[in-house]
């Protein structure tokens, strides 16, 4: 994408908002050089950290701190770039973007530096993202993940799958622009192991992708069950505190409990839900509908069965979603004296959220069904759009494997542009304002 040079300047806080040690205003555009010489006195020395005042119009300071001078394109939106480090203090800021904005510049937009980036080549698309997914991480897995992103790799996949693909469309152009040549170059060895090489590359991006997508979103876990089986015990030995109120009391809870734990990396966000029966108090009712709306939500579920009276289901009497992932808990392993771990040949786990038992085997479970099993120096970070993205991709690339068994060397070319098309999408080589617009909102203002 070439360079889209702005010709107003941006100004925005790149600290939180409130009392702080250090507070940084960043100006972005062609009159940055300008507001340097009138708000410091001169155009500090590039790259180098300056120590001097911030002046108001009347000469007056407002602050002291440091100021980074950065000349573009070498900067991180490609233009010229001033950063303004002083002390942290809602005030402060305040009066300084008053006097950059009083200067020529205006309010930056959220994610408006970040998109300046983009558009002048300083990043791609995933790359502009993964600075979002990394101030959101929710974990050291996810951390780097996303940092992993950041540095490129995400894009190098991508890219390398459309090269892969681009040798495939010139195969395929050949036999197109040389029909009355001897050799059927549809049907030549060379381009089936070709297809082939995509079709793996297609398989592992898409695996890599989705593992990112659960690192970034995390993935919610709803436990449900009848009152007194042991949800509350089971959320509090998960998370390693006394999260949720656990009595001997059957229906103690009647709301939700939300808590997030670090499972091996992946951000789980545990609900425990009001026990599953059906009664005349009102409160419980309120407390048993909402567990059927989070279980309509939920990524997957934990039905938490009594060990100790394992006959009645847990879900008499209600109707769980169809679709929804499941894995039985048979708690209290403790009290019957079974082992603790995977039942062979069900789906169901015995566990004591009382001293632990099982608790590892239902980590290992619960990641093995989510499909979560990433290395944490090759993983990546990646969004929903990613996938549906991906999955256009692939499809449009089936759909020329069929064309190329049917013989049909123009349709195959066609299906090729498509599914390279939708990668481009990807990384932001073809994408429409309003998708950038949606991607850019969801930055912090200042990024």
Known sequence: MAGHLQQDTIAARATPAGRGGV????VSGPLAAAIAGQLLGKLPAPRYATYAS??????VPIDSGIALWFPGPNSFTGEDV???????????IDLLLERVTGLGARLAEPGEFSKRAFLNDKLDLTQAEAIVDLIDSGSRMAARAAQRSLQGEFSKAVFELNDRITELRVHVEAAIDFPDEDIDFLSDAALQARVEVVDTAFTELARAAREGCLLRDGVTLVLAGKPNAGKSSLLNALVG??????????????????????????????????????????????????????LQQADIALLIIDGTNPSEPAE???VLPPDLQIIKVLNKCDLTGESAGVVPNTDAIRVSALTGAGLPELRSLLKQKLGFMPSETGSITARRRHLVKLE????????????????????????????????????????SDDLLGEIFANFCIGK
């Not at 507070?23 to 960043?26: E, H, K, L, N, T």
């Not at 001033?82 to 402060?92: A, K, P, S, T, W």
């Not at 670090?262 to 108090?281: E, K, Q, Y």
């Open 241 to 294: 505190y006394a999260a949720a109120i656990v009595t001997d009391v059957p229906g103690t809870t009647r709301d939700l409990v939300k808590e997030r734990v670090d499972l091996d990396g992946l951000p789980l966000h545990i609900i425990d839900t009001a026990g599953l029966r059906v009664s005349d108090n009102v409160v419980e009712q309120e407390g048993v509908r909402r567990t059927l709306e989070q």
């Open 392 to 431: 256009e991709a692939r499809k449009a690339f089936d759909d020329g494997r069929l064309r190329l068994a049917e013989g049909s060397g123009e349709l195959l070319a066609d299906d090729l542009l498509r599914s390279q098309n939708a990668l481009a999408d990807i990384t932001g080589e073809f994408t």
């Open 316 to 318: 008499q009497g209600f």
């Open 82 to 92: 001033l950063e303004l480090q002083g002390h942290g203090g809602d005030l402060v």
């Open 54 to 59: 911030f002046i108001d119009s009347d000469a």
């Open 23 to 26: 507070g940084i205003v960043r």
